[in-house]
């Protein structure tokens, strides 16, 4: 290998349809050729959100090619993540791969020593050859660990996880799902009489997340906990008398470990849009008995003026057919939004798996038509787009070009994982950033 003060009016919930929407829809599931990012690409925001951790990719010249890409590394950067390669000689058996791993991560140790969690990343080839980098990340962390690496000068006190970026396993956003899982067991344990506390799960840009740490604030819920913390040395304690929000809704297995270690999910729309984060706060507002009239005065203001900024986009998305192609998980949560607070019409949404289970409230507010497809084969899911023609097609950037040379408009799901859309203050550029193809499109016409 070669690294506003007064009362405020009372806040209705979002009321599914008489009909419940899509709670029980039939759902189209296909296998097939696929189109996405594999789940390497988390670590574009993973490394820029956990700042006292460094991840070790172990993989190809196509890995490092892919995050150096994503990221936009410039030559003089100098970014937490880096990718051991498997060279010809490591595939033809002629070095033993755990022998030069541990050689790796002791040269990026000796240059980098301030690194407190080191995750060892899988990847397609490093899956292909059989290479365990779960055995290797628990003997290295033994090395390296606070009580065994005294005097090594490796790095002490250096904690060493491990999970699969692979392609073969993951897909785009699940890579984030994989990491934050193997957190969890590392999480300290809450004590026995603690009192409840708040969990939020899922990486958010930092300014979003401290717009929500001042919402908490405001609503008197002082012990919360975010999962990734930004110092993984500060990650908060777990128990029976921790509640969790999902701020994501592609945290499946992170979902199970916590509940494993006793902790409860509450069920919640997802924070985007004004009704989205509004329900989202509600939900934790309900756990922890909070008087109806403080959350109203606190979230009103923030609402009103999410509600606004909406407006904006609002004549041109109403009416407007949308197509979302599966690709980060997002696709559910924001054809709600766009369906119930701007008024478009969902034509078919697919995802690359449905969780029922954290898309309960979610999936009730989806207008009836709307086809729901999990999974993906491409060539299909190809011909429903040309034949249905929608407005707008969100997609992955491989599918964007050729469909638009067919004349359909698209929008790059990726820049919908990339760019800051949670929360009141982001609501009006979330519903902008569906508007702006098709205000393209209207200026480019002949």
Known sequence: ??????????????????????????????????????????????????????????????????????????????????????????????????????????????????????????????????????????????????????????????????????????????GEDACLAALVPHMPAASAGAAPALLIVGTLPDVVEDQFRRLFAELGIDSIGWLPARQLADLPAIGPHTRFLLAQPFLGETTRALQNRGARH?????????????????????????????????????????????????????????????????????????????????????TPYLHRELMACELPLLPTATRISEGQHLDRQLDRVRADRPDLTVCGLGLANPLEAEGLSTKWAIELVFSPIHGFDQAGDLADLFARPLRRRDVLRV
């Open 1 to 174: 290998m070669s690294a506003d003060s007064g009362l405020a009016p009372v806040i209705a919930p979002v009321i599914a349809p008489a009909d419940a929407g899509c709670a029980d829809a039939p759902v189209l599931r296909e296998r097939g050729q696929r189109a996405v990012f594999c789940g390497l690409t988390g670590i574009v925001w993973l490394h820029r959100k956990m700042q006292d951790a460094f991840f070790l990719v172990v993989g190809s010249r196509t890995c490092a090619h892919l995050l150096q890409s994503a990221a936009g590394v410039m030559i003089f950067a100098e970014p937490r993540f880096a990718t051991a390669i498997i060279e010809e000689r490591d595939l033809a058996g002629m070095a033993d791969c755990h022998d030069e791993l541990d050689r790796i991560v002791a040269q990026l140790l000796a240059r980098r020593p301030e690194i407190r969690t080191l995750f060892l990343v899988g990847s397609c080839p490093s899956e292909v050859i059989k290479l365990d980098l779960g055995k290797a990340a628990q003997r290295l962390d033994r090395t390296l660990g606070t009580d065994r690496g005294a005097g090594t000068g490796m790095g002490m006190g250096t904690r060493v996880l491990h999970y699969s970026g692979s392609g073969i396993e993951t897909t785009f956003t699940e």
């Open 266 to 350: 509450l069920p919640a729309l997802f924070p985007f849009g004004a009704e989205g984060t509004t329900g989202w706060l509600r939900a934790a507002a309900d756990a922890f008995g909070l008087c109806p009239m403080q959350f109203n005065r606190v979230v009103a203001p923030g609402r009103e003026r999410a509600k606004r900024a909406i407006a904006h986009s609002q004549d041109r998305l109403r009416g407007k057919r949308i197509t979302f192609l599966p690709d980060s998980q997002l696709e559910v949560p924001l054809a709600r939004f766009l369906a119930t607070e701007l008024g478009m019409v969902p034509v078919e949404v697919g």
